[in-house]
Structure formats: structure tokens, C-alpha cells
């Protein structure tokens, strides 16, 4: 059964926007902490941003200023908005859906998961 399904990955010049989303076919994230997520080949998968139910964000440092993260409305969507994309940012994006409104960082701390969009930056 899928959970979540993230949308909007793509390949780019480094320098270029890109906007994923994430849905959850039978849920409703009003209640949840969100985040997105990256695993780039070889690597552990990596924080990358997270919004509580109240809307407070949380950023890793290398895509502060570049991503935002946000909740749609109603509240069955959640987005990532990443701008002045560089190599380093390619990787597998995934949305996660943690239930309690409070965000956390870790990747243990997520109990849904979607099945990933490829994003590639290209120099």
C-alpha cells in the first residue's frame, strides 16, 4: 500500500528550480509532522527540511536559503521549493509523514514514507 507519493523531480542546470510535492492518498497531514529527505548513491539517507503541525520549519544547513518547505491548503499536500539548485542537491527526495505534530530531524523518527523522486543537477 502506498502512503505518500511525492511528484515534480526532474533533471536541471545547476542554478535552476525545482518544486516537489507530496500527497497523501488516504490521509490528511493535518496532524502530522512532514518532512523531506535525500539519498544521494552510496549515502545514508539525509534530513533535509521538516514542518511541524504548527508550522515551524527546520532546515539542514547546506539548503538553508534555497528550500523552502510548506503545507498546502487543505492540508493534504506538503511542497518543497528549491531554487539556485546545485550538484551536490542531486539525489532520491523522499516525503515522510511522522505522527505527532512536533518535527524531528532523524530518519528513524518517520513512520510513513513515500517511494521517492529522482532529482538531478547537472553543472
Known amino acids: 500500500q502506498v502512503e505518500l507519493v511525492e511528484s515534480g523531480g526532474g533533471s536541471v542546470q545547476a542554478g535552476g528550480s525545482l518544486s516537489l510535492s507530496c500527497v497523501g492518498p488516504d490521509i490528511t497531514f493535518i496532524n502530522y509532522a512532514m518532512g523531506w529527505f535525500r539519498q544521494a548513491p552510496g549515502m545514508e539517507r539525509e534530513f533535509v527540511a521538516a514542518?511541524?503541525?504548527?508550522?515551524?520549519?527546520n532546515y539542514t544547513d547546506s539548503v538553508k536559503d534555497r528550500f523552502t518547505i510548506s503545507r498546502g491548503d487543505p492540508q493534504s499536500t506538503i511542497y518543497l521549493q528549491m531554487n539556485n539548485l546545485k550538484p551536490e542537491d542531486t539525489a532520491v527526495y523522499y516525503c515522510a509523514a511522522r505522527r505527532s505534530p512536533i518535527l524531528r530531524i532523524a530518519v528513524g523518527q518517520y513512520d510513513l514514507w513515500g517511494q521517492g523522486t529522482q532529482v538531478t543537477v547537472s553543472s
Open positions: 514542518i511541524s503541525r504548527a508550522g515551524v520549519t
